[in-house]
């Protein structure tokens, strides 16, 4: 049993601050989080219903079709992966790496990792960076579990373009091949577990404005 387990949320958060991500893995000090709406999960939920309608027919939804060339995987695969307790696993060190796939893809051997995500507006510069260690994390999650893949991941963007008569939503698609860093991946997770095996980090990280009220609410 792994001393913690992390996920590419705790991970990113690591990148973000390592003295936040500290006090949250180790002390449960969170941070402080505004009211979130439920709209994008339900938006989430209806594109995962959306996905496995067409899986059942072995084929890509139709906004997908031509933009990539791959095929969904089977239903009872995915439906373990999505969900964290029993989803792909890595362990070393004492630490835990653990990842819930919203969607995977495979093409012949080769198995590619999918986030699918909704916007209220178009994308911007780097809107897909922002993603970039959760599809690393995800890679490599699969190739620790013996999954071939070719260091890439697909990101599709569902962004609203148009409401029209009767509630009835236009949605502009967007898909974006992102290469993943199998390397930095492993050095990003390795780095978080040996910090947590060290004391509470004394300096708070350059721009982060929440290490002074964590540092009030440890004392």
């Given at each position: 049993?792994?001393?913690?387990?992390?996920?590419?949320?705790?991970?990113?958060?690591?990148?973000?601050?390592?003295?936040?991500?500290?006090?949250?893995?180790?002390?449960?000090?969170?941070?402080?989080?505004?009211?979130?709406?439920?709209?994008?999960?339900?938006?989430?939920?209806?594109?995962?219903?959306?996905?496995?309608?067409?899986?059942?027919?072995?084929?890509?939804?139709?906004?997908?079709?031509?933009?990539?060339?791959?095929?969904?995987?089977?239903?009872?695969?995915?439906?373990?992966?999505?969900?964290?307790?029993?989803?792909?696993?890595?362990?070393?060190?004492?630490?835990?790496?653990?990842?819930?796939?919203?969607?995977?893809?495979?093409?012949k051997d080769v198995y590619i990792p999918v986030d699918y995500k909704t916007r209220g507006y178009e994308l911007k510069d780097d809107t897909v960076g922002y993603?970039?260690?959760?599809?690393?994390?995800?890679?490599?999650?699969?190739?620790?579990?013996?999954?071939?893949?070719?260091?890439?991941?697909?990101?599709?963007?569902?962004?609203?373009?148009?409401?029209?008569?009767?509630?009835?939503?236009?949605?502009?698609?967007?898909?974006?091949?992102?290469?993943?860093?199998?390397?930095?991946?492993?050095?990003?997770?390795?780095?978080?577990?040996?910090?947590?095996?060290?004391?509470?980090?004394?300096?708070?990280?350059?721009?982060?404005?929440?290490?002074?009220?964590?540092?009030?609410?440890?004392?």
């Amino acid at each position: 049993m792994p001393n913690y387990i992390l996920s590419p949320s705790s991970l990113n958060l690591f990148l973000e601050c390592p003295r936040c991500f500290w006090l949250y893995v180790k002390k449960k000090i969170s941070r402080p989080e505004p009211p979130a709406s439920t709209l994008p999960r339900g938006i989430d939920g209806l594109i995962k219903k959306h996905f496995d309608k067409y899986r059942n027919l072995n084929r890509l939804p139709p906004e997908l079709e031509g933009k990539i060339s791959a095929k969904p995987i089977q239903q009872v695969i995915l439906d373990k992966w999505r969900n964290w307790r029993t989803g792909l696993r890595y362990e070393e060190e004492g630490i835990g790496l653990i990842g819930g796939l919203d969607e995977c893809f495979v093409d012949k051997d080769v198995y590619i990792p999918v986030d699918y995500k909704t916007r209220g507006y178009e994308l911007k510069d780097d809107t897909v960076g922002y993603y970039q260690n959760q599809l690393n994390i995800y890679t490599l999650l699969l190739e620790k579990n013996g999954f071939k893949t070719n260091s890439f991941a697909y990101l599709i963007f569902y962004v609203l373009e148009s409401l029209k008569d009767f509630g009835q939503a236009k949605f502009d698609i967007e898909v974006a091949k992102v290469d993943t860093d199998l390397k930095n991946a492993y050095q990003v997770f390795i780095g978080a577990g040996r910090l947590l095996k060290q004391d509470l980090p004394p300096q708070k990280s350059p721009g982060c404005s929440f290490c002074s009220w964590a540092k009030q609410a440890i004392l």
